[in-house]
Structures are given as structure tokens and as C-alpha cells.
């Protein structure tokens, strides 16, 4: 059964592209706000679960309160379409943040405030919201392990930050040629308000969010400056 939940903008369809045809180890989104990252990520999980049965997701977060929401758009995606949902979806524990599949997958929210204590069983694909806020050491040591034995893929998305170990792997990620046949450790795919040609967001971003930020404020956030 196929039900669709949302209609990618072009930097999600990209994104889709990469993640998917690909495959790179580590797939980077250095999005600037309004390009739709935070739903990106939403929505590949979800996919994610529903197309691999039995498969293991991590999706991490700033808090609890941020995952709580995540949570909460997954449910509000299925508004009036219960019955499908259904289908789909077992059971959500609220209290401990995990959805669990009818196909046998599951997806654990956690936060960066419990560090070493995200360490857990083996996962298909590691997601980090907020990236350039984790401590990079937690991602080394206790996040990317779980990833070793089954080959997933660490998907990450932040807007730019003065952080050096974000600003050094994105440029990496840059840097990287595909090569046919081989799997890619990182690509980095940026994009930001104006590649989207919406007119409804480039007003917003420009007459809004323009005139609540700073100068260096709406340069990292919204045009991807480091």
C-alpha cells in the first residue's frame, strides 16, 4: 500500500536522491532555515521504517520537549487518515519516545542530554538533528559504533555553525567525488531559502526573519556562512 504524506521541495527531493541511489556513509544537510530539513528528516524515518521491516532507527535531538514534537507531526501527518495509520503503526510510547512499526520496525527518540547513555543495540540509521550542537566525542564514541555491524548510514542536519568540527566535516563532505562503484563516506548537501524559488518563503525569510536576526545571525542561519 503506498500512502503519501508529504510533497518534497527540490532540496528534499536531492536529499531523497542521495540518501537513496548513493548511499554515503554519512549524508550532511547544511540547510539554512525555512528549506525544510527538520522535515525531511521527519518524513525519511518514517519512510525508512515503513519500507525495511524489522529495521532499527535512533533519531536524536536537542531535548525531550523537541522529540515530543517530532512525535506529535508524525501523529498530526495522519489527521482524519487513522485507518492507515494503522496499518502502519503498532503502538507510539509517549513516555519513552519510541514508535513502534507494525512491520516489526522501531524508531528510539533521544536527546543530547543523555550523552553516554544513548548507547544501545545495533541500528540501521542514525539520525541527528541540530547536528552542529552535539558534542562531536558522543557522536564518535557512543552514536557511531552502533552503526558498524549493519553498514547504516548517519544522516545529519544543521544549519552552519562557528562549531570546528561541523565546519570541517562539511567541507569534506564538499569536497567528495562519487565514484561508481564506490560508497562515498560523506557528501554534504547544502541548500538555502533561495534555491527553493518560493516566492511565499523568500518573502517570509527577507521581511520576517531578516528583521528579527542580526546581520551575523541571518548569515549563518539563513545563507549558510560559516
Known amino acids: ?115 553516554d547513555g544513548m548507547r544501545g543495540p545495533d541500528l540501521h540509521r542514525l539520525v541527528i538533528d541540530e547536528a552542529a550542537f552535539q558534542d562531536i566525542e558522543i557522536i564518535n564514541t557512543v552514536l557511531l559504533p552502533m552503526l558498524i555491524t549493519t553498514g547504516g548510514m548517519l544522516v545529519m542536519a544543521s544549519t552552519s555553525n562557528h562549531v570546528q568540527w561541523f565546519r570541517d566535516m562539511k567541507k569534506e563532505g564538499l569536497k567528495t567525488e562519487v565514484i561508481e562503484g564506490k560508497r562515498p563516506h560523506i557528501i554534504t548537501l ?18 520576517v526573519l531578516k528583521k528579527q536576526l542580526t546581520k551575523d545571525q541571518f548569515n549563518q542561519e539563513c545563507l549558510n556562512m560559516d
Not at 495509520?85 to 527518540?109: L, P
Not at 547544502?190 to 521581511?207: G, R
Open 1 to 115: 500500500m503506498q500512502v503519501k504524506l508529504y510533497e518534497p521541495n527540490i532540496a528534499q527531493l536531492e536529499a531523497i536522491r542521495i540518501e537513496n541511489i548513493i548511499k554515503p556513509r554519512i549524508l550532511l544537510l547544511n540547510f539554512g532555515r525555512q528549506v525544510g530539513k527538520s522535515v525531511y528528516l521527519k518524513m525519511s524515518t518514517l519512510t525508512f521504517a515503513i519500507n525495511n521491516p524489522k529495521s532499527k532507527q535512533m533519531y536524536v535531538n536537542l531535548n525531550f520537549d523537541s522529540n515530543a514534537r517530532v512525535i506529535k507531526d508524525i501523529i498530526d501527518m495522519f489527521s482524519g487518515r487513522e485507518s492507515e495509520m494503522a496499518i502502519f503503526i503498532k503502538q507510539i510510547k509517549q513516555k519513552q519516545q519510541e514508535i513502534i512499526f507494525t512491520n516489526g520496525s522501531i524508531i528510539r527518540f533521544k536527546s543530547y542530554e543523555q550523552g
Open 190 to 207: 547544502q541548500f538555502i531559502y533561495k534555491d527553493l524559488n518560493n516566492p511565499v518563503i523568500t518573502d517570509f525569510v527577507e521581511n
